[in-house]
């Protein structure tokens, strides 16, 4: 029952993503994203808005492709998850809550992923990150 009540309480923040079936979605840290995805094991992606993006800037490495567009009609995740659909997905947004819904949305369609969490603990942590003024494009 504890445990049950930490990981509801773990995903309400944003750190843990809960499947329907009550598996939590694996989180890391953004340092050991940035390893992941430099030795080639990963794809990082940024869940945000893209008023955000332009706002704040992007992690470097990252595809940008919107919580909107996953949840919606997929014009920019299709191609994108056909493409990556063996490689580990670490999401992050802006404070890692959007990050974690999308984490569970694709992994219980069989996806690997994982909650990098946030932009912020991103550029906190000295991470390389890049202006984006970019628009998806479908």
Do not use: H
């Not at 995805?37 to 706002?55: C, F, H, I, N």
């Not at 704040?56 to 998850?81: C, H, N």
């Not at 694709?106 to 000295?126: C, H, I, K, Q, Y």
Request: glycine share 8%; hydrophobic share 45%; aromatic share 6%.
């Amino acid at each position: 029952m504890k445990i049950s009540l930490l990981i509801v309480a773990l995903s309400w923040l944003g750190l843990v993503g809960c499947a329907r079936g009550g598996a939590p979605v694996a989180t890391c840290t953004p340092a050991e994203a940035a390893q992941r995805v430099a030795a080639g094991q990963a794809v990082l992606v940024d869940v945000r808005e893209p008023a955000e993006w332009a706002e704040t800037g992007v992690a470097a490495p990252a595809q940008l492709l919107p919580l909107s567009d996953l949840t919606g009609e997929r014009k920019l995740w299709k191609a994108f998850l056909e493409k990556n659909r063996e490689r580990e997905l670490l999401l992050y947004c802006r404070s890692g809550n959007r990050s974690g819904r999308a984490a569970t949305l694709l992994a219980e369609e069989g996806f690997r992923t994982v909650n990098a969490g946030s932009f912020r603990a991103w550029s906190a942590a000295g991470l390389p990150t890049r202006k984006s003024t970019e628009a998806p494009k479908p």
